[in-house]
């Protein structure tokens, strides 16, 4: 009788136990995260909301911050906190600028002051008062970049039209690709270093006074 016959039973029982164990350390750990997936829309092209988007990369807080001279605010202070994907984000420190499939989160959270033992300055509210989704999707978008606003976390994101001043704006200030990484502590020096920030921020950058 050949060997190899006479080695079967073993190799199959060795064979079963490690198809055992590999399933049982499978099952162990984590499933893939599905946070970090490429834009999704509805079929009347609406933006999916991203999920679990709070465990994505942070990267700033603003407050009160207004782009027009004079601060139409509706009254009370507001934090505007930002978020990426994560994908997106180790490409921007590879390369200094966006990749396709970029999702920047803007969530913007109520500032209070009066609330347990706090005495001075802000802090965050629990309700979410507004989300905006910056989107790069350049198969999809001219100028490959959209603009969703969302009603709520959970419900879809409505496109906002290129003629709103969110564009012009964006492509006249932003640092980096229509962004404003200069607003992004973590990731600005790295725009710096790479070198590309655009000119028309440079310009303005280095304006009176800098």
Not at 21 to 28: H, I, K, S, V
Not at 74 to 95: C, E, I, K, Q
Not at 118 to 136: A, D
Request: negative net charge; charged residues 15%; aromatic residues 10%.
């Amino acid at each position: 009788m050949p060997i190899s016959s006479l080695r079967l039973p073993g190799a199959l029982a060795l064979a079963a136990a490690c198809l055992i164990a590999a399933l049982a350390f499978a099952q162990t750990q984590p499933a893939a995260s599905s946070s970090d997936a490429a834009p999704a829309y509805a079929q009347n092209g609406d933006l999916l909301p991203p999920a679990h988007y709070r465990e994505w990369i942070y990267l700033t807080s603003g407050i009160d911050m207004s782009y027009l001279a004079a601060n139409k605010s509706a009254g009370h202070s507001m934090f505007d906190n930002v978020f990426v994907n994560p994908t997106a984000y180790r490409s921007f420190l590879a390369a200094g600028t966006w990749p396709d499939k970029t999702i920047l989160v803007l969530e913007a959270r109520e500032a209070r002051d009066k609330g347990s033992i706090n005495q001075s300055g802000h802090y965050q509210g629990t309700e979410i008062m507004g989300l905006e989704v910056h989107v790069k999707d350049t198969a999809r978008f001219p100028g490959g970049w959209a603009f969703f606003d969302f009603d709520s976390p959970t419900a879809n994101g409505t496109l906002i039209p290129t003629r709103a001043p969110c564009y012009s704006c964006h492509a006249a200030h932003g640092a980096v690709d229509t962004t404003f990484v200069q607003f992004y502590p973590t990731l600005l020096p790295i725009a710096q270093k790479k070198g590309t920030l655009s000119p028309d921020f440079l310009k303005e950058d280095s304006g009176p006074g800098k």
